[in-house]
C-alpha cells in the first residue's frame, strides 16, 4: 500500500493504523494524490453483506461499483467451505498505467492486504507510475506519504535502497530510503540529490515483517513516523 496526500497533514499513534484493511473510505479522498493498492487485485470501494442459510453456514459477499469481488461461504464452526476471489489485477498484477522493471512482480505468499503484496529484490526491481510535479513537489503545502513494506531477507547490505522517489523534480523533489547493512531509514529532501537528508533513528527491521511508514508534514515541521510511533521532526520546506 502506498498513499500521496497533498493538502493535509495525517496524524498516525500506534493504536490508529490503517491496518485493518486497504487504503480505503478515506474521508480525505479528494486530497490523495496517489493511491497504489500493489495486490494483484482490483480494488475499488466495496461494501459486505451476510446471509445464513438453514445450515448455519454464512456466506459474505462483496461488492463494489463493477460488480461482486469476492464470496466466502463459512460453517459454523467457522471453516471456510466456499470461497470466490476477486478478479485478478492486469500487468503483473501491477495493474493500469504501471510501468514494471526488472524481475518485480505481486506475490501472493506474502500480504498486508488483499492477498498479494509487490515484491522487489533490491536488484534492479523497480515499478514507476505517471505523475505531474504539482502532485509530489509540495512546496510550502501540508502533505502525508505513507506505506506498508517489509524487508526482503536477501536484499544487499553494499547501498542505501528506495523505498519511494519523487525526487526527478529538481529543488523539489524527495525520496524514502533503507540502509540493509545498518538497518536504518533515511529521508530525503530538496531534489534529486542526497544534499539534504535525515538519517532516521529507527530500530533495527526485522525481516518479512510488515511496517507502517508515514511521513507527515504541518506547516514546516515534519514528523516521520513507524507503526504510529514518532521517531523523528525536522523543519523544512521543499
Known amino acids: ?22 487504503y480505503a473510505h478515506d474521508p480525505y479522498a ?18 459486505t453483506s451476510y446471509t445464513t442459510d438453514t445450515q448455519g453456514n454464512i456466506t459474505a459477499t462483496t461488492t463494489d461499483s463493477i460488480g461482486i469481488l469476492k464470496i466466502e461461504t463459512k460453517d459454523s464452526s467457522g471453516r471456510i467451505i466456499y470461497t470466490k476471489d476477486r478478479t485478478p ?27 498479494g503484496s509487490a515484491h522487489f529484490d533490491g ?20 502533505f502525508t ?49 542526497d544534499q539534504w537528508h535525515y538519517i532516521l533513528p529507527a530500530p533495527g527491521l526485522n525481516s518479512n515483517q510488515w511496517y507502517h511508514f508515514a511521513w507527515a508534514r504541518s506547516g514546516q515541521t515534519s514528523v516521520i513516523y513507524l507503526n504510529g510511533t514518532a521517531l523523528y521532526s525536522f523543519v523544512d520546506t521543499f
Do not use: C
Open 30 to 47: 479528494s486530497q490523495t494524490k496517489l493511491l497504489l493498492h500493489m495486490n494483484g487485485y482490483k480494488y475499488e470501494e466495496t461494501s
Open 89 to 115: 489485477e492486469s500487468n503483473q498484477g501491477f495493474g493500469d498505467g504501471v510501468t514494471v522493471n526488472g524481475d518485480a512482480k505481486v506475490d501472493h505468499t506474502q500480504s498486508k492486504f488483499g492477498g
Open 123 to 142: 536488484s534492479g526491481d523497480y515499478s514507476s507510475v505517471p505523475s505531474s510535479q504539482q502532485d509530489v513537489s509540495f512546496g510550502t503545502d501540508d
Open 1 to 22: 500500500e502506498v498513499r500521496i496526500s497533498k493538502g493535509i497533514a495525517r496524524t498516525f499513534n500506534p493504536n490508529h493504523l490503517p491496518d485493518a484493511e486497504e
Open 145 to 193: 506519504v505513507d506505506l506498508w513494506f517489509q524487508i526482503d531477507p536477501n536484499m544487499s547490505t553494499a547501498t542505501w535502497h528506495t523505498l519511494l522517489d519523487a525526487s526527478v523534480y529538481q529543488g523539489g523533489g524527495w525520496s524514502i530510503q533503507y540502509d540493509q547493512g545498518s538497518k536504518q531509514l533515511r529521508v530525503n529532501a530538496g531534489g534529486g540529490t
